[in-house]
């Protein structure tokens, strides 16, 4: 099949500008600037069905709507933090098809009557956002960036910004924040960004491979867009395949795909031919999977993944293969969420401090059994009290990873030892 | 006088003009890598002159530095290589990796060469995972990534960069 957003796997230096054109690019751009009404536009991506790629699924056409259009100047935000671990999607778009990304920035801008919009990229991102400056200078040449672009009076700038290595500023307003100079804390919500967002301004944050679809929508109208995939999570999407698998790497299938078709027939099936275990679909965030037949066989989308135990999140398939211990799994993942805790609200700063040393006192200090119970205990204790959804994500796998692997938690004398890795 | 200023003039300008007039803060954290080109750390001077140029406190500039992981105000090696052993990662190896690259240079995880050049250091996830093992560097000019590595070909680029 086609790709529809991996193109440069299709089409050689399509990240060049003359190249993007000459396969249709900014055709889409060119038409709802000439052609649409901004609420036209809002419409057809409304009735696509496109939900955001971000991790939540919440429709983009209907965050489109809700810009309030009483209030200016208006931005865009395109979330490039891709910091959850397993996820590596937008990275590849940004660095094989950036224009059908920026392209989709530019129409949503339109839509919502925005001027000005910024890329929010992790600090990692460091060279790329040197080559995306680039092409957003090929952009401002060819007059599709600037002043009264088409001859009309719509007018646009992208910029480039990098943040600084810190995992919470992916959620969409500790990224507002962070892009206004603070520190990247999370704000009590309501309001929301479509009201009050940056600089307390209308804003619309969407993540870099929503906006990679809006192109493609408006070129091939809504009812082609929701052909694909099934019918409450339409269109194509990028899995992040990682882990135990022979050939982990990004993945552009319908939604609806199955586990088992994402892993065995895309990603060559598990190293060392080696039985599957255990599947986390949404990053270091997710109720880990027990990798059976059922689960196996149950099409990804955004509410099928949740028959089994867990939630699609931005579908990054992270694989664990029979010899992989689940103590010594929810130690890398409390290592990740300690780390990343912003420390705004107690029971997330507390809470995965202390989950942390229990469970690094179980795998690696010898402590029994009843450090395991506490760790459960205190995981419970934070459920529901967190400000933001990374408190929520931290003690997923501390849940599911004691309830649904009992075996892996039992009494040792030894230390964990590390998985097989080659 | 501000030294930064002076030093780094069309630079800072440029940086200013993506963000409205009057959110000038918005360009703390462009300015705070420019500021660490040169040593690989923001002195107590740079968070001053910097909070000077936007009109901040040099106190709001210095809790910046603190709250993200790439900014540092302290000198340690003026390289850093910062290995991925985050959990896709480590499932492919990323552990015994970092391991290897600590070994051949006498050091612990998190610590610098005895001639302050290199500081190795484990990492979260850089959007990488699919090319376990692998790194980035760290120095003043900016960061690179390095993919799909083994002991010895990291073992050459650090003595490159050393
Ligand atoms: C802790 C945390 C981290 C997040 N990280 C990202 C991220 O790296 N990229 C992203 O697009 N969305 C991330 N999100 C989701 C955003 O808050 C937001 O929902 C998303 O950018 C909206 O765009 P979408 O509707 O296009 O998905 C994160 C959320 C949370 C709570
Ligand atoms: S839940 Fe954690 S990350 Fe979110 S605001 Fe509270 S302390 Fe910060
Ligand atoms: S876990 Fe290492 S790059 Fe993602």
Redesign the interface.
Known sequence: MEHILLRHRDIPNINQLDVYMQHGGFEAFKKVVTTMKPEEVVEEVFKSGLRGRGGAGFPTGLKWRFIDKNNSPRYVVANADESEPGTFKDREIMEGNPFQFFEGVMICAYAVGANAAYNYMRGEFWELAYVLDARIADMEKAGLLGENLFGTDFSLRIYNHLGAGAYICGEETALLESLEGKLGQPRLRPPFPPSFGLYGKPTIVNNVETLANVPKIIENGWEWYKSIGTDKSPGPKIFSLSGNVEKPGNYELPLGSTFRELIYEHGGGITGGRAIKAIMPAGASSAIIVANDKALDTPMDYEQVQNVGSLLGSASIIVMDETVSMDWLVQKTLHFFEHESCGKCTPCREGTYWMTHLVDDFVDGGAGVEKVELLYDVARQIEGKCLCALGEFSIQAVLTGIERFPDDWKEKTLKSEAPVTA | MNTFLDKYNDEIQSILA???ED????????L??LAQREKMYVSEKDMGEIGEV?G?DSTEVG??VG?????YDKADGRTRIQVCT???C????A??FAAGICERLGIKLGETTPDGKVTVEGV???????K?PMF?VQNGD????HENQTVESAMELIEKLK
Not at chain 2, 23 to 30: D, F, L
Not at chain 2, 90 to 93: D, F, I, N, Y
Request: with cysteine; charged share 15%; proline share 7%.
């Open positions: 993506k963000y409205p959110q000038k803060r918005s360009a703390v954290m462009p705070l890598y936007l901040l809790s910046i709250f993200y992981t790439l900014y985050d959990l896709p480590a499932l492919r190896g552990d015994a979260m996830c850089l959007a990488a995972c699919d376990a980035q900016g960061l690179s990534y």
